[in-house]
């Protein structure tokens, strides 16, 4: 099933048009949008004082520093794979699989081989398998671009996790971390007791969901661009004469690649709109 979808990726993607200059649509925000940014803010930052009242006494009662501390988190981790060094560690993802993955500060987000992906069920549906690409030093190569609900690294953890599926370089690990589930810790990696130590940022106001400006926009941008993509592309096969029983198997295939396109950009918006994500934020 694997190597039979990626050699279909590898047909197909010599038929896609190269992507240029995208038009940018129209800004549409719900009434969802509305009634979101009508309600309290979240209910979840509350004072570090215990209120006084509830306490019973009259007088405020005094927090312990240790309340104000950062969560730490230390995690083993395996430091070579065959003779070059590497820091691989374990991840569960989905709250489903428990797969060894490597620390990439070079990646901007996560990588996932096709054998874990399989495992995770991500390759055994009908359709619903964006195809994209994946840039690395050697260039690039066609991939499957998909959402990971939710990985934990010991009890550090994160959600909706965009992911590129890329054909296995390795054995010795199972995907690549990258710097999207980084960027919420400071880390420290102790080479003496072969430990990472992850230690989370403080809230703040301006990350919603944990994630910062820059996260959210560049992600609106990309997964918009990804839809208006296959859009253009579906477009231009109208124009082209060849074979006509060809080019309506690919208007067939570009129809269900924007539909899962389409998905996932409404997946990102929503849990934008439930994380009180500034509009500004999510223009594309």
Request: glycine share 4%; hydrophobic share 35%.
């Amino acid at each position: 099933m694997k190597k039979r979808l990626f050699l279909l990726v590898l047909v197909l993607c010599s038929h896609i048009l190269q992507a240029s200059a995208l038009a940018e649509p129209p800004l549409i925000f719900s009434d969802q949008d509305l009634e979101r940014y009508q309600r309290p803010e979240d209910t979840r930052r509350q004072s570090a004082e215990p209120d006084a009242a509830a306490q019973g006494h009259g007088e405020k009662v005094s927090v312990k520093d240790d309340q104000h501390k950062p969560n730490r988190y230390e995690v083993p981790y395996t430091p070579y794979e065959g003779t070059s060094r590497r820091v691989i560690i374990p991840v569960r993802l989905n709250n489903k699989v428990t797969a060894k993955m490597a620390l990439d500060t070079g990646s901007p987000g996560m990588v996932i081989f096709d054998r874990l992906a399989g495992r995770l069920g991500i390759l055994e549906k009908d359709d619903g398998n964006l195809i994209t690409f994946a840039a690395g030093i050697g260039g690039t190569t066609p991939a499957i671009f998909t959402i990971i609900d939710t990985v934990q690294v010991d009890k550090a953890e994160d959600s909706f996790i965009p992911t590129v599926v890329t054909e296995s370089l390795t054995n010795a690990f199972d995907g690549l971390i990258g710097m999207d589930f980084m960027a919420n810790y400071s880390l420290r990696i102790d080479t003496t007791r072969r430990i990472v130590v992850f230690e989370e940022n403080m809230d703040t106001p301006n990350r919603p969901a944990g994630h910062d400006e820059i996260w959210w926009r560049s992600n609106f941008r990309n997964f918009a661009s990804m839809r208006n993509a296959w859009k253009q592309y579906r477009e231009a096969l109208i124009k082209l004469k060849t074979d006509p029983k060809k080019v309506e198997e690919l208007k067939k295939f570009a129809d269900r690649q924007y539909r899962e396109a389409d998905k996932l950009f409404t997946r990102l918006n929503n849990y934008a709109i439930n994380h009180s994500v500034p509009m500004q934020w999510r223009e594309y």
